[in-house]
């Protein structure tokens, strides 16, 4: 071989013998591999058993054959299934949070209403001038006695449903 090869011609031929093992490699690598006993008990380990083998067995299986290697992992699930399990995964956070949202917002809700019930029957108790307005004709109403006691007991009644605690 001659020592004073140009670099530009000794890239390619490093290229194409790098080529040449990593096609060599693969071939090994999608290749069965077998455990070979002999008649003396020794163990080999060979793409195929030599003459002479008392027992064989399949250590690993080709990725050629897409069945999984004995006594070795499980295949990885296919680019399908895992976009499959992805989406459930995804869309059973996104309604776990969406329920956890609406049980906040419900409970803000009975928040501000407990807050409101109790105000308003503090403000009646306490004997505030209350009034409300006639729906039918527009004509504000005072609070009588009759009136306070009536809501008196519906904000009771308020605290008790917003007010759990």
Known sequence: MNRNLPAARLVPALASAVAIALMALAT???AQIYECTNAKGGKEY??????GTVKQRQVVEGAATGAPAAG???????????????????????????????EKARAEEAERNCIAA???????????????????????????????AAETERQLKQIERWCKK
């Open 72 to 102: 070795a992992a499980a295949q990885p699930k296919a680019i399908d299934q895992q976009e499959i399990e992805f989406r459930k995964r995804s869309l059973e956070r996104q309604e776990a949070e969406t329920k956890e949202a609406q």
């Open 28 to 30: 090994v690598a999608t």
């Open 46 to 51: 060979a793409q195929s058993c030599p003459p």
């Open 118 to 148: 109790r105000s308003t029957l503090k403000a009646v108790q306490e004997g505030q001038r209350m009034s409300r307005m006639n729906p039918d004709t527009g004509e504000i109403i005072r609070f009588g006695d009759e009136e306070r």
